[in-house]
């Protein structure tokens, strides 16, 4: 098993063919446009609704708050009281200053690496860590147009090993088009084509799903799987947080109140669109005096 680490999350998931991972709504995030960003907190469950971890986010206030969606920071992942894993990502204003421009190199590049256990420390500098495996952000020269992440176990000497698995999505996605399009990212093994599973940004469903969409980050995935073995059910995982941190959480609400000496307006997001490792907005203000359609 390339993932043996992983046994108790998989002996979890073995019997099922997919799992939702929720991210809670923060009120005082939504109430102030993201002004105060708070720490995040997921909760994966199975189809019958088995709570089965907590992913709770550890970053400063000020890296969180100056560089997010962008910031460095970790998730404990935790049963109970107990924290089995810890997911680690270093980001903008600590070990990648360069994250946010085109994905060049890996000074440039989004990585997210799964340890066994508690790991205190700094992210890029972690204190006496023990990688599992770690996601990975494809190169501009990879994959141009269109998101992808590769899966790469530990080898248990402080790297990793080729990628075990592919993870492809869309070129559009987040904005107005995620309250009617589910937007679905392929799994695949590496070096194959056929999919074995998916992770599904799943749209509203009622109106107060539809109210967190319009107002707020928290969103909501399906993580399926046609035909992988538990212990890789179980490392797919980590990849629906990285989606989350790299691709939606930019997305504070599909429409954001906006200022300026005109008076009060509106900021819609219609879609996101990817270019060599950069999220390009797509979007449309309008405001009391006049209505303005900008492409960022």
């Known amino acids: 098993m390339?993932?043996?680490?992983?046994?108790?999350?998989?002996a979890a998931l073995e019997d099922h063919d997919f799992c939702i991972v929720r991210q809670k709504v923060m009120l005082i995030e939504a109430m102030t446009g993201?002004?105060?960003?708070q720490r995040n907190t997921y909760t994966v469950f199975s189809p019958d609704k088995e709570e089965l971890l907590v992913g709770k986010e550890?970053?400063?206030?000020?890296?969180?708050c100056l560089c997010n969606p962008l910031h460095s920071l970790t998730v404990e992942l935790s049963r109970g009281d107990k924290v089995l894993y810890t997911a680690e990502r270093p980001g903008l204003c600590c070990a990648k200053p360069c994250l946010c421009c085109c994905a060049c190199t890996d000074n440039c590049t989004d990585?997210?690496?799964?340890?066994?256990?508690?790991?205190t420390g700094t992210p890029g500098s972690l204190q006496a860590p023990s990688p599992i495996l770690m996601i990975r952000q494809e190169k501009s020269c990879?994959?141009?147009?269109?998101?992808?992440?590769?899966?790469?176990?530990?080898?248990?000497?402080?790297?990793?090993?080729?990628a075990t698995h592919m993870i492809r999505g869309p070129a559009c996605f987040g904005g107005c088009v995620e309250l009617c399009c589910e937007s679905k990212w392929d799994i695949s093994v590496k070096g194959t084509s056929s999919s074995r599973g998916r992770i599904v940004k799943v749209t509203p469903k009622n109106l107060g799903d539809l109210?967190?969409?319009?107002?707020?980050?928290?969103?909501?995935?399906?993580?399926?799987?046609?035909?992988l073995e538990a212990d890789a059910k179980a490392?797919?995982?980590?990849?629906?947080?990285?989606?989350?941190y790299m691709f939606f959480e930019q997305d504070l609400g599909v429409c954001k109140p906006t200022h300026s000496n005109d008076g009060c307006g509106c900021s819609t997001t219609l879609f996101n669109w990817y270019c060599c490792?950069?999220?390009?907005?797509?979007?449309?203000?309008t405001g009391n005096n006049d209505t303005k359609h900008v492409v960022d």
């Open 2 to 10: 390339k993932y043996s680490q992983l046994s108790d999350l998989a």
């Open 111 to 119: 990585t997210m690496v799964l340890h066994e256990g508690l790991v």
């Open 235 to 244: 490392a797919l995982l980590t990849s629906v947080l990285l989606v989350d």
């Open 277 to 285: 490792g950069c999220i390009c907005p797509c979007g449309c203000s």
């Open 142 to 162: 990879e994959s141009p147009f269109n998101p992808a992440l590769e899966v790469m176990p530990a080898n248990g000497k402080g790297g990793f090993d080729s």
């Open 58 to 64: 550890r970053s400063t206030f000020t890296n969180r």
């Open 34 to 37: 993201g002004v105060f960003e």
């Open 211 to 227: 109210a967190r969409e319009m107002t707020t980050d928290a969103d909501v995935y399906r993580l399926e799987f046609s035909d």
